[in-house]
């Protein structure tokens, strides 16, 4: 301790502080706890999240829908001193957000977008089983869809998992978290965008239908809507050919009973 105060000019007495648990930053500042909702956290802002500096204030913004921003609520109120987040609804944009201030979690989404292994160090410390699920359903809850495919030879649409972004880091990220977490093999793809700024998005999906049900089963996600759920109960009863009996209508039922309350 006195060796780091004398080399830094730091007091003894903050050195001690932060030893225990006080932000060298300050309380104000906004504090995070280890948590497995953090991961969720940290997934949901990776996907539809942002940092903002602005008058010496740390702000943290995330956009996105109505059920999405309020379990993005639910979980920053678990995992950081903001006790209350709510998600609020701009009229001018058409779409739901949350924002405060806490400069821990600030530094730490930056850390992580400039040095992607700071997450994967992150996941192997304590239940990375557990941690590594929530990071993936926060991510999903922002970047994920749940595609229903219609095609003429089907009689029943085929239901495709994705995930969605032009960081091909963060796809791999998630590669990796989805083998480690469910032993699941996504696969890879990327696609330019038709649009003017011709960005390169790529995409980490899921066909089989044992590793969409074991997805659906573990990730508690927003994006399944309840329009999308008799898709993805035929096709999952559906075995070459003929219907599997009994196998899903529980899994979806309870499925809509985790969405969040609004």
């Known amino acids: 301790m006195r060796t780091i105060s004398r080399r830094f000019g730091i007091s003894r007495g903050a050195i001690y502080a932060w030893t225990k648990g006080a932000s060298p930053l300050g309380n104000r500042a906004g504090r995070i706890t280890h948590t497995e909702e953090l991961f969720y956290v940290i997934g949901a802002l990776l996907g539809d999240g942002c940092t903002y500096f602005w008058k010496n204030r740390y702000y943290i913004w995330l956009y996105g829908e109505r059920e ?95 995930f969605s972004n032009t960081d091909v880091n963060l796809i791999e990220l998630f590669r990796r978290a989805l083998k480690d977490t469910l032993n699941i093999e996504g696969r890879l793809a990327s696609q330019t965008d038709s649009g003017g700024n011709r960005l390169v998005n790529h995409h980490l999906r899921m066909y089989g239908k044992d590793a969409i049900r074991k997805f659906l089963l573990h990730v508690h996600t927003v994006k399944l809507k309840p329009e999308k759920v008799q898709y993805v109960e035929k096709w999952l009863q559906q075995k070459k050919g003929r219907r599997e009996e009994g196998i899903t209508f529980e899994l979806c039922r309870t499925l809509l009973q985790r969405r969040p309350s609004l």
Request: aromatic content about 12%; some cysteine; hydrophobic content about 40%.
């Open 68 to 162: 999405f921003a309020a379990k993005f609520a639910e979980r920053v109120s678990v995992c950081t001193n903001k006790q209350k987040a709510k998600a609020y609804f701009c009229r001018g944009r058409n779409v739901w957000f949350v924002t405060f201030q806490n400069a821990e979690l600030y530094f730490l989404i930056r850390r992580i977008r400039d040095d992607i292994d700071v997450a994967s160090d992150m996941l192997r410390r304590g239940d990375c089983s557990a941690n590594g699920l929530q990071l993936i359903e926060g991510f999903f809850d922002a970047e994920g869809c749940v595609k229903v495919i219609r095609e003429e030879v089907r009689r029943t649409p085929k239901i495709c998992l994705d």
